[in-house]
């Protein structure tokens, strides 16, 4: 049931791995964008996320950028560590691991190369949850994870499992949001992990936005989430119209690819992606400075 | 361009790997699967592949696994190891690994995390075939690995890359089959994937059938082969028709928990799979036995 | 040459890695060993020396450790952490990792399967230092590390390697210490490692004690140190009298074992040490709780 | 007790782990080097001892080196593959994996970074033992290990754990094998690992002779061997005095080090050591030449 742990709303920001030249964890860059997030008004961190690379690191690495992220921040906004691992085994680790390291939350997509039956989804789950006292956010991303959560599977997880209080949602079908809300009475804190749902989502209810947009825009993200929070829907409205195309483009190319090309084309170098991911080529980190331009209005 | 290496053809046979009961790998067991596949008139194994759990194991049971089958098979039939990693880094070593135990060639899904694009897909497999001299099998499943690889691009991988030369697809479209013969002008061995699709492929001019059912009916998949390779159509379709139900059915509950089940049935102990994944119910080993029993004919 | 990272003396205290039940990293228990330490009076942390059970942890566990330590502390002191390895590429991989979580320093012993050589150990430690930015304190223990540097080399490597700035002694021999300070003309900060030595090396200008001690025995400790501070050799020949069968008693028990033995005699459970160490037996235990008593005087 | 395992006896020799120039495992220069050593009429092959660099392989390359040298053996000589490690859970993790690849033996010295109480020893060869069914030769080094076990504690051993059936000792005290065998009355297959001790070992009644020797003058280790076993004590006295200025080089530049500098002298390209261990210089290497040379009388 929804507990203690679930006070975590607001944009949910998706800080990169940045990687040094020689393919280490560049921890300097790191701190720079974990603080553009936090100057720019996000309301917690979630490391290690898809846009963190995390299925890239190895387990030694991840560690290190957990425990970099968490310590950087010193408590200024919680941390949802991604903890998502194709074994059961594994994604129990890392979830012990962050919580050792003062994690706040851990958040988990059912990650498999099969197809998962609801029952091993089920189980999956709820050792993860077991395996720790800090709550855990299930994830549901068929495009990514090959499996699909429907409404009521997500919301009996929450119901029946301790300290399983948050749901994000990534389809991008808002339908499923309306039904969280109602399955749940109201109850169940929800997020949206769908970019072009974002201003939708925010009024079907959903309690935050999972994103990496604030790497790039922290501002026009923060004048976005303000106006929504106050109920002015022109701004509202103005502001995603402008940032749409940005949004469209990074999740596109793919969000470490494109958010690690924003950041060295707004100051902070943040190196390659990880084979085999590639750079942006010049065309494409063009076309990003003008969507990045553009969006500022 | 097809080399030496691509004197694999027939039927491609994939162990899965077996646990003991503390969870590290089963050698006897793994033996006897393989004996079973030798014995049933197998062409080539292909173990770590996803019948495999390659994607459960760590790299030192991976290397385990590999080095068990090869060394157990002592060239009595070629071997086409998986090799597939989500980092670029990773299938390279792994496919070095193989080379270096006595793999006859390596086989290669583009696993990722992220939609990887052309360029990045085509990046990807030179390093993986620049790393070794033996051939590597390029393998196009999107429903697993969540990018699709057209038949012009597996054609193009091979007609410009030295040691690939042969190419598995299990989309299950019948026309990637007569693109990949009409590209390739004949020259390319092509293997299908897909087990609903076995009798078309062939028909189609496949090189080969990848497939784990050997392990639960090994003389019924060496009656299907041998009279596809005799031309004898009606018996082809006749044994084809009584073993699909078990086929689809192996697919549909995902292949190591199924052929694991069907193992146990037919007198060999190849324990459970990996968590998430979970071992078949009472109600499915029984449908399983049925289904084994009835593609007897 | 000794240079900015250099300001580290006094105490010199080692923590050790308490374990889970269940094996793991015990974050909360590390915690509190880590508040006795700086409420004691320590000067400075150590973690994963050989107190830490460093060399029984792997990679993952090591930096979850590293990363605790330094969080915990959240810079009430500096550390210095210990990145030892059998090979020359995993210390330097140990060093950076520790850099990037935010350690003041590394400290690093040529452990060795084989016998090195002078230029391989002078290899070793360049490769170490080149990796980080972070001074690097270099330690000498025959009876630990199977190889023996003498104060020429030691002082050598300070003097030629850039960010090399403290060395460890762990010999007793008190002329050692004396070299040290003769061949750098009193500009080189030596730690005693030897804790019997401890009264002695501090005459001999040591810069400071490392030593797990105060884990058990704070109090007496920062008394012992607050006498050698001040000039007091009545006090300092008292405390240190009363305290050193404790001493002798941890160092041939095993520091691990010793230590986790008496932390649970003083209020807090650090678990076991890792197998092949076995705890402390009832005997060895009541014994231990005798020499803790009889050091507080 | 010694059981079916232990038939082990002869020349028991070490291959080194060769590797590539990239820092791979170079399994083509391991399979000459095996060929040689077989071609050279050793009686089993010890792979992963000291001379293999055990210590510095990480747990894949370990796995790999092991797979690779049965494999390539192929039954033609018994293997007796070494496990130690650290903890007590990574030996045992080692010797299972040896036996799955089909090891005839595994052998463990007690490594430990802290001086092991005999409990903690007979512990750590006990759980070792425990994990599998083939034979273990405990193996007692303390120039290596830093832990001395008595001919009683390895006798003990031998006669209270099931498949603990061989002891290699490498003190280099002759005053030891008399008491092994004198302790068994005559049962326990011991081996003598102190190369300059092989003579008078033998007189002493060892089963056989652990060395790395054979990897550069095969046909001379074979001479003494085959005048150890006929009897012919003049031959015998005289092979040794000429092959000994070479044993003693060997052990005393490092066994690594010199054996691969003296296989590329003599056709076998082997690659370097791992760091810290530095290849041998020209000097060194001129006078292994000379020593080679003069070896075959």
Known sequence: MPASGA??????AYPITPFTADGGIDHH???????????GGASAIAPLGSTGESAYLDLTEWTETAASTINHLGGRL????????????????????AEGLGASAVMALPVSYWQLTALEVQKHFEAIAAAIDIPVMVYNN??????????????????????????????????????????????????????PLALEAFRAGAAGWCT??????????????????????ETADAVFGRIQPLLKFIVTRGLPTAVKSGLAL????????????????EAEAAELSDLITASVG
């Open 266 to 281: 707004t100051g902070i170098p943040a190196g390659e992606p990880r084979r085999p991911l590639l750079p942006a080529t």
């Open 78 to 97: 919680p941390t949802v560590v991604g903890v998502s691992d194709l074994t059961t085994a594994g994604a129990a680790r890392r979830a012990r691991i």
């Open 7 to 12: 006070t975590i709303s607001g944009i949910v």
């Open 29 to 39: 860059s790191l701190h720079l964008v974990l603080d553009r997030l936090v100057d």
């Open 142 to 195: 068929p495009a990514t994870a090959g499996i699909d959560l429907s409404p009521t599977q997500l919301w009996e997880l929450v119901r029946d499992v301790d300290n399983i209080t948050m749901v994000k949602e990534s389809t991008g079908d808002i339908n499923r949001m309306h039904q969280l809300r109602e399955l749940s009475d109201g109850t169940l804190p929800f997020f949206n992990g769908s970019n």
């Open 212 to 233: 990496a947009a604030p790497c790039l825009i922290p501002d026009q993200i923060r004048a976005f989430y303000d106006a929504i929070q106050r109920g002015d829907d």
